[in-house]
């Protein structure tokens, strides 16, 4: 599926502010199964220092100084993306969760992709008891890991609401957790949490859902700004990726723009502003299909 994607975030701050510096992650990559046909990341006002790279995790990273004042500051993003559907998988023929646990932590690959950069806590995701006695149900001894993962999954779209506003980019999954509610980044590391209770590697992943549903489809949760799901390491079968907001193997739908450990690797926009006052937010997100 063909992609076009256009995204514009608008900070407007109550004074001028007067000089800032900003991470930007909001250019997507080539991965497994994606291609970028085009890609183009305007700012304005124009910074006066721009630099572009690729982090540790292979996300596109751009670093904008601004030392002009201003009172508004626009990002807008275009691009057309090509993402391949995911082969057809039966989740009890992976390899059973204490093989993946074991295998994981004895790894000696620290290469970008490896397991073992996502077994632990990380700045936004701790090992919280209850979680992790949430997450036990999906994973008696034995199980596949994958269809314990998909169950867990499916019980985090069962059991909690959806509800924006109900939280914040800085709350904890503990906190989600007790809420039963949230968005997506919430439902995204409450499941990390609970993989990683038991030993079992889970990143996070930021990007984009199509916003055009499929014919005769229900319009998915978040699909009308930034997204965010896990992905779970299963050993032989590699990384999967799985949407816990609308219990989804992440597939064709599903445009990936950073890989991390949590929230706090793949912020779209992060930095230092020098002012006083609020900053008021707006995003406007539109991925649309223009080719099967």
């Given amino acids: 599926?063909?992609?076009?994607?256009?995204?514009?975030?608008?900070?407007?701050?109550?004074?001028?502010?007067?000089?800032?510096?900003?991470?930007?992650?909001?250019?997507?990559?080539a991965r497994d199964r994606q291609r970028v046909i085009a890609a183009m990341l305007d700012i304005d006002p124009a910074p006066t220092n721009r630099r572009e790279a690729i982090d540790f995790f292979h996300n596109w990273r751009t670093v904008a100084e601004l030392d002009d004042p201003h009172e508004t500051l626009t990002v807008s993003l275009a691009a057309r993306v090509c993402v391949a559907a995911v082969a057809p998988?039966?989740?009890?023929?992976?390899?059973?969760?204490?093989?993946?646990?074991?295998?994981?932590?004895?790894?000696?690959d620290i290469s970008p992709a490896s397991p073992v950069h996502f077994i632990h806590p990380s700045r936004q995701v701790s090992l919280d008891p209850e979680i992790r006695d949430y997450a036990r149900e999906s994973f008696p001894p034995g199980r596949p890991v994958f269809a314990g993962a998909v169950e867990l999954m499916q019980r985090i779209k069962r059991d909690f609401t959806y509800?924006?506003?109900?939280?914040?980019?800085?709350?904890?999954?503990?906190?989600?957790?007790?809420?039963?509610?949230?968005?997506?980044?919430?439902?995204?590391?409450?499941?990390?949490?609970?993989?990683r209770s038991f030993g079992l590697?889970?990143?996070?992943?930021?990007?984009f859902l199509r916003t055009v549903p499929r014919p005769g489809a229900a319009r998915l949760a978040g699909a009308d700004a930034m997204h965010a799901w896990v992905m779970v390491w299963c050993g032989a079968l590699g990384w999967w990726g799985l949407d816990p907001t609308n219990a989804l193997i992440a597939s064709e739908d599903h445009v990936v723009l950073a890989i991390g450990r949590d929230y706090a690797d793949v912020a779209?926009?992060?930095?230092?502003?020098?002012?006083?006052?609020?900053?008021?937010?707006?995003?406007?997100?539109?991925?649309?299909?223009?080719?099967a």
Avoid: N
């Fill in 1 to 29: 599926m063909i992609y076009d994607i256009r995204q514009t975030t608008t900070y407007v701050y109550e004074t001028a502010v007067t000089r800032a510096r900003h991470v930007l992650r909001l250019l997507p990559v």
């Fill in 163 to 195: 509800e924006i506003g109900a939280t914040t980019v800085s709350t904890t999954p503990s906190s989600a957790f007790a809420l039963r509610r949230g968005v997506c980044q919430d439902f995204a590391h409450i499941m990390i949490s609970g993989l």
């Fill in 201 to 207: 590697p889970a990143g996070y992943v930021s990007g």
């Fill in 268 to 291: 779209p926009i992060d930095g230092v502003v020098l002012a006083s006052g609020r900053q008021r937010l707006t995003t406007a997100v539109d991925v649309i299909p223009i080719e």
């Fill in 89 to 108: 998988i039966d989740p009890d023929a992976s390899p059973p969760w204490e093989k993946v646990r074991d295998e994981s932590y004895a790894s000696e």
